[in-house]
């Protein structure tokens, strides 16, 4: 059934509110703390999520503590994510290493994040194995390491089938080759493990660099998968960019929302934007991507109500649906 655009929550990663700190904090020595970074985001206007890293943004903190923290700021708590790249031994790779301590170790540390979600509240935990993959020819056995990867993907996710698992998939970075580069791998893996509470989160930088249309890359997973989690930022599809929603890509962004809109989509819309790398203000770089995204919504509902641009599809007629595209984003 399709979905509310509107009625779907803004969310955002935590990390970019370490950008430019003199602008928030005139006597900040050092970097800031998780909680200062939640106060931070708490006065963007319309944002009401976060997604938390782990075990990042836990070490040393109560779990409940901040949760119930970040809830009396205003904002709720998405889902976590994984980052497996702080654990040195793991550059070699998580549920794919060729040392099965090191295996071991990467499923245990992500069901130690699952527990610490469903203690927090957070409904789902995003894994992105960055480290699985290779970087030469000859380096690995590749019908072994994907056997590894689907027998660590099913462990952490028959750990708590409560909590929603979610595969963030990138073409490389930091391996030449991800072995979960692009949406049809991804979904094999998914095939392959075979339980109900995995999916898929698009990130709209990983898959413009996939070298895929991101609008059918939804169509596939709502189709094969469910989608659990909707990454919004741009990119010159080279690389992560990180760049601001719409930046580039403003036409393939609005048919990812419409098609997600069709889809019934239900999850968070997430900014994965980096205005750290360049000191750009992340309250304003944040607000200036819901607004870019509400705008978006209204070109969506516009589309909608134009019943030729069904008939135009149906007839495979590029012109005439640019023709209803371009009146919808200009009028």
Known sequence: M???????????????????????????????????????????????VLDLNYPDHFVGADPIRLATQIRD???SISGLA??????????LGAFTNPDPAVR?????LTKQG?????????????????????????QVDYAKAWDLEIAGIREVAAHNPDVQISIEYKPNEPRAY???????????????????NVGVTLDMAHVLYADEQP?????????????????LNDGYAKRDDGLMVGAVHSVQTIELLRQIKSDGYEGALYFDTFPDLTGLDPVQECETNIRTVRRMIEV???????????????????VTAQSILQTAMFA
């Open 2 to 48: 399709p979905t509310n655009l509107s009625d779907l929550p803004f969310a955002t990663r935590l990390n970019s509110f370490a950008s430019n700190p003199s602008l928030f904090w005139k006597d900040l020595n050092g970097k800031p703390t998780v909680l200062q970074m939640v106060e931070r985001a708490s006065t963007v206007d319309g944002l009401t």
């Open 73 to 75: 700021l205003g904002l």
């Open 82 to 91: 994984m980052r497996y790249y702080s654990v040195p031994s793991m550059k």
């Open 104 to 108: 071991r170790h990467a499923i245990d």
């Open 114 to 138: 699952i527990d610490i979600a469903a203690a927090c509240g957070a409904p789902m935990m995003t894994i992105w194995l960055g480290q699985d993959g290779f970087d030469y020819a000859f």
């Open 178 to 196: 991800s072995l979960l580069p692009d949406a049809a791998t991804t979904l094999l893996a998914i095939r392959d493990v075979g339980l109900p």
């Open 215 to 231: 609008a059918f890359a939804a169509a596939l997973v709502g189709k094969h998968s469910k989608l659990l989690g909707v990454h």
């Open 300 to 318: 969506v509902e516009r589309l909608d109500r134009h019943n030729g641009l069904a008939d135009a599809a149906d007839r495979h007629d590029a």
